[in-house]
């Protein structure tokens, strides 16, 4: 499984950007996926995470209400929809599958919260200037 994200950019404080991860498999619907990023200095973090069909997404607090994930199974795409964007959200983003439609969204989520992926993607940078 492959899984590539790309979409970054550099967005003002208040703005908003999509990004996007591709995942290279013709079973890539039955993944789930979870978007991570890392600031400069600081370790990897989960920002959110969606269940293989789309029909379950979680969140980490810091980012609720102003990010929204979402999938195209179709198009073999998971989103992440970034709005009013801060300065605290400057970092390369990661995407990464997080076991199969075989896993209760539950386990998923506790999977997410521990960075127990199965494949990583690469990295888009994000800047959020002031």
């Known amino acids: 499984v492959q899984l590539q994200a790309y979409g970054g950019g550099l967005v003002q404080a208040g703005g908003s950007l999509r990004i996007s991860c591709t995942v290279s498999?013709?079973?890539?619907?039955?993944?789930?996926v979870g978007w991570f990023r890392q600031a400069p200095g600081k370790e990897r973090e989960g920002v959110s995470c969606i269940s293989y069909n789309g029909g379950e997404t979680y969140y980490t607090n810091s980012v609720k209400g102003r990010f929204t994930i979402s999938r195209d199974n179709a198009k073999n795409t998971v989103y992440l929809q970034m709005n009013s964007l801060k300065p605290e959200d400057t970092a390369v983003y990661y995407c990464?599958?997080?076991?199969?439609?075989?896993?209760?969204?539950?386990?998923?989520?506790?999977?997410?919260?521990?960075?127990?992926?199965?494949?990583w993607g690469n990295g888009t940078q994000v800047t959020v200037s002031s």
């Open positions: 990464a599958s997080l076991g199969s439609n075989y896993d209760l969204f539950h386990s998923i989520i506790i999977r997410f919260s521990l960075m127990q992926v199965d494949y």
């Open positions: 498999d013709f079973t890539s619907d039955v993944y789930a």
